[in-house]
């Protein structure tokens, strides 16, 4: 086992894999720009590294600076948490040429998995339908070309994707020719990698995706699904597992493909894969996201496992030692994004309590919220043995959370979870429509 990570990240999930690291007995370094010197994850680290200005290209995805902050300070491993470098082959790669773990799959199966052609015929042949789509886009050119394949509307989708960003959906090759360069840029200052590809547009539909461990042993387990319908321009709002349009049949039929088809390619560590459920009860197969995903404590609250801490064993070769039948799946888990909606400092924090309700955040009183980076400034979490009662237990717990001095969205997710579609569990991903 290590004894020292550092994490390659900020905010609540830094604070969140530091946490973790703690309860192991492990030593933590936390890297930080200039903007985040007096933020949480700096001070319930062990150790604190500037790694640049606020900028996140100059900080956040400054490979060179992360790898000498590791080498500095003695860290065995490297966590990336989510966004930023966590899906970065070349990052992965560097880190294993300088003797350090990367907590996340090797840097061969990541450069296998970038390939979204390679990734689809691995589904295709594990029996999982497949949305028609392309590989990496070389240019715009090619774009045209197959957009008019596939035909109109297709999703543009950025090939480092993740959190909503750089993902279009294109209506005509006007529009195409309008967005193609605004969604690699936003793919570029995000994520470092400005490639793009297409996939087909299902529509209406459902997003569905399935939360994997793996270890080094080809052991894979599902850990449930999640429902990631209500979202606004692509951008998750509420997430919930299980999925109130899964049936036990369709869960079982489903797992089993994703079980063989993650054994197949020898993948290690935690993952996900997304789906979109058409209406005819079909599920169709998107992309894997080789990292931890951001509403990964819906999964941990409903089946009561640490995600975090299982990335860290199996990054360090320790097998699951668990079984499907092991996963219990009771009840429902439901998650509320809090994003900010504007910039300041905090004044006052109150966090809800009772049984079963878990605030992610990386707010303090006094702490500034900045425009650098991603909105999100905390995720509540619930869990109940019904959904009527998880949906109650939600309510009480958003009109408990005060945040003061910075303008959240607070006020829609109540008004969310209150509407009369999301009660039933009657809803797509078209549910926010021109909110």
Not at 38 to 57: K, S
Not at 230 to 239: A, N, S, T, V
């Amino acid at each position: 086992m290590f004894s020292k990570i550092l994490i390659a990240n900020r905010g609540e999930i830094a604070e969140r894999i530091i946490r973790a690291c703690k309860e192991m007995g492990i030593a933590t370094v936390a890297v930080y720009s200039t903007a985040d010197s007096q933020t949480l994850a700096t001070a319930l680290a062990d150790e604190a590294v500037c790694i640049g200005p606020p900028p996140a290209g100059e900080s956040y995805l400054n490979e060179k600076n992360i790898i000498s902050a590791a080498l500095l300070t003695g860290a065995q491993a490297i966590h990336p948490g989510y966004g930023f470098l966590s899906e970065n082959a070349g990052f992965a790669m560097m880190c294993r040429k300088n003797g350090i773990v990367f907590i996340g799959p090797d840097p061969d199966t990541m450069q296998c998995l970038e390939n979204k052609a390679f990734v689809k015929k691995i589904m295709k042949d594990a029996g999982l339908r497949v949305i028609e789509g392309t590989g990496v886009l070389k240019n715009e050119t090619e774009a045209e070309a197959e957009a008019k394949r596939i035909g109109y509307p297709v999703m543009l989708k950025a090939c480092a994707g993740g959190g909503g960003r750089g993902i279009y959906i294109v209506r005509s090759p006007e529009e195409l020719s309008r967005i193609f360069p605004v969604a690699s840029a936003e793919a570029r200052a995000a994520f470092s990698d400005g490639t793009l590809y297409i996939e087909k547009y299902v529509y209406p539909a459902r997003h569905i995706e399935v939360q994997i461990l793996a270890d080094e042993q080809r052991n894979v387990i599902c850990l449930g699904e999640r429902d990631c319908s209500i979202q606004k321009r692509h951008q998750k709002l509420i997430e919930e597992s299980p999925s109130p349009a899964v049936t036990d049949k369709m869960r079982a039929e489903l797992f089993a493909a994703v079980t063989a088809a993650v054994g197949s390619i020898g993948y290690v560590g935690a993952g996900t894969l997304e789906f979109l459920l058409d209406t005819e009860g079909n599920f169709w197969f998107m992309e894997m996201n080789i990292r931890l995903q951001v509403e990964h404590g819906v999964t941990e609250i409903l089946t009561r496992t640490d995600l975090v801490k299982w990335q860290i064993r199996t990054a360090a070769g320790i097998p699951l030692g668990m079984k499907q039948e092991d996963i219990s799946i009771k009840g429902t888990a439901l998650e509320c994004r809090i994003n900010a909606k504007a910039t300041g400092a905090l004044k006052s924090l109150h966090v809800p309590g009772g049984p079963f309700v878990r605030f992610d955040t990386c707010l303090a009183e006094g702490v500034n919220v900045t425009s650098y980076y991603d909105p999100l400034v905390g995720k509540l979490i619930v869990w109940s043995g019904t959904r009527e009662e998880a949906i109650r237990k939600m309510r009480v717990a958003l009109c408990e959370l005060v945040i003061d001095g910075v303008e959240t969205n607070i006020a829609e997710q109540l008004e969310i979870i209150g509407d009369a579609k999301f009660v039933k569990g009657d809803y797509n991903c078209s549910f926010m429509g021109d909110r």
